[in-house]
């Protein structure tokens, strides 16, 4: 079982920052997959940037170049650095992990709001 929180939210104007933060705990250790995921109203939940704990990440196209996904594999946490933010960056975002590669297991926290207005 693991417990997953996220946290760092927030209203912030066009063109700040947010780091989100998604810490882990429970039984099970060095998870494999951690990723971060939105939402926002009227739309599916898409995934924004993931991360393995061999090093291997990616982005949607719509955050490359302004957001970063990193993680403190000692910690199971992963973390997102949001930056030049939009408008459209609007959403809940979770956070999402899967321990073990290849097998069907997967967490997630309850999200957290991440609001960008004037």
């Known amino acids: 079982q693991v417990q997953v929180v996220e946290s760092g939210g927030g209203l912030v104007q066009p063109g700040g920052s947010l780091r989100l933060s998604c810490a882990t705990s429970?039984?099970?250790?060095?998870?494999?997959?951690m990723g971060w995921y939105r939402q926002s109203p009227g739309k599916q939940r898409e995934l924004v940037a993931f991360m393995t704990s061999d090093g291997m990440s990616n982005y949607v196209d719509s955050v490359k170049g302004r957001f970063t996904i990193s993680r403190d594999n000692s910690k199971n946490t992963v973390y997102l650095q949001m930056n030049s933010l939009k408008p459209e960056d609007t959403a809940v975002y979770y956070c999402?992990?899967?321990?073990?590669?290849?097998?069907?297991?997967?967490?997630w926290g309850r999200g957290t709001q991440v609001t960008v207005s004037s």
């Open positions: 999402n992990t899967k321990p073990f590669q290849g097998l069907d297991l997967t967490y």
């Open positions: 429970g039984s099970i250790f060095n998870l494999y997959y």
